[in-house]
């Protein structure tokens, strides 16, 4: 597959000698277990030129094969809403790979501005998904790619909104890095490229920042330390579980 999207990267590297915005900036390793297995699951941040560079893989413990790998780019900026700005993450480009069976599948893709669009390009053993296709973008202000949801919550500031306002519905649009292969790797996740979502901070447990992501009925909880820095991640409906190493990992969520 032909993809520029590394080359954006490293234009992007170049243009920028200082981030313009050093927090939420930098390397964290955690365990991830699910059904299939057990995973060492690395995340990387990184803000250049008002752009926030995501990389995300998984490896499993086992073998220590590369499982699943994604490259993610979203733009830091402000839209305007009624009277006011507001800040807001905006979704560019993404570049995803994973190993099912031992199969390689890719997708790359890119923001349509004049079209209002996500342009997906597909590479997989299954013939009748490969090829490009363009996804319209649903009325919305607010948008965050599936690796990116930590991050974008918190430069978006619904993190910072739902503790001042917890009543308040804090609505986005999840873009699922995976698609089309979610329906391969999740339970009950539907063949959409973008899926509604709701923010709701449940309080703090055991001095964590806890808030739970609900989207197509299921709920993923994330918690955060005070400074916003991911401390752990479920997702019970699918089996996961994100801790940082060498956390004993409950048998279930409490």
Not at 111 to 126: A, C, G, I, R
Request: charged share 25%; hydrophobic share 35%; net charge positive.
């Amino acid at each position: 597959m032909k993809s520029g999207l590394l080359i954006l990267l490293f234009i992007l590297s170049s243009c920028a000698t200082k981030p313009e915005a050093p927090d939420r900036v930098g390397r964290a390793s955690y365990a991830f277990v699910d059904a299939s297995g057990k995973y060492s699951f690395d995340r990387e941040n990184k803000i250049v030129n008002k752009r926030l560079v995501s990389r995300v893989t998984l490896t499993d413990v086992k073998s220590r094969k590369l499982v699943e790998k994604s490259i993610t780019v979203s733009q830091i900026g402000t839209i305007k809403n009624k009277k006011s700005r507001i800040v807001t993450v905006r979704p560019m480009a993404s570049e995803f790979t994973v190993w099912l069976e031992g199969k390689k599948y890719s997708s790359v893709m890119r923001l349509d501005t004049k079209n209002k669009s996500m342009t997906v390009q597909v590479e997989s053993p299954d013939a009748k998904v490969n090829g490009t296709s363009q996804v319209a973008f649903p009325k919305g202000s607010y948008f965050c790619f599936y690796s990116q949801i930590p991050d974008c919550l918190y430069h978006n500031q619904f993190l910072q909104r739902s503790i001042k306002k917890p009543n308040e519905e804090l609505n986005f649009y999840v873009v699922w890095d995976a698609y089309p292969f979610i329906q391969e790797q999740y339970n009950g996740i539907g063949h959409k490229l973008f899926e509604r979502a709701q923010l709701k901070f449940e309080g703090e447990v055991k001095k964590n920042l806890r808030y739970m992501v609900e989207l197509e009925g299921q709920a993923i909880h994330y918690n955060f330390s005070e400074a916003f820095d991911l401390v752990n991640m479920s997702w019970i409906a699918q089996g996961i579980t994100v801790v940082p190493p060498g956390e004993e990992i409950p048998d279930e969520e409490q």
